[in-house]
């Protein structure tokens, strides 16, 4: 099976194949449903299983990464962009910043 793009599907606008072979939006309606894990990781720590017990309500973790440095989003355990948190009403977000393309994200 190949891995397509959504810029491989069109703009939508037209019938869904034509004798050319070419595919809009309306290709992808069987998978529209099909659910997906979607992960925003602000970074990783590594520690050993004592250390991990050691850790309580107020505990900081120190992360791999720097404030305001962009986050890595995961769909499916692959990395498809990065991103920036935001809040929006009182609750944390994610802003993509960044499409990464299959070749380029190194999995």
């Known amino acids: 099976m190949a891995d397509l793009g959504l810029e491989d ?14 595919k809009s939006a309306a290709d992808l309606a069987p998978v529209f449903d099909v659910p997906v894990n979607i992960s925003a990781v602000l970074g990783k720590s590594y520690m050993s ?8 309500q107020g505990s900081v973790l120190e992360l791999d990464r720097k ?6 989003i ?20 994610v ?8 070749e380029d994200a190194g999995n």
């Open 49 to 56: 299983v004592s250390q991990l017990l050691k850790l309580g």
């Open 74 to 93: 995961y769909v499916n355990n692959r990395l498809v962009a990065r991103g920036e948190v935001v809040v929006v009403d009182d609750r944390l977000g």
């Open 95 to 102: 802003t993509m910043t960044e499409i990464i393309k299959s």
């Open 9 to 22: 599907f069109g703009d939508g606008t037209g019938p869904a194949a034509d004798e050319e072979g070419e």
């Open 67 to 72: 404030v305001g440095e962009a986050i890595d």
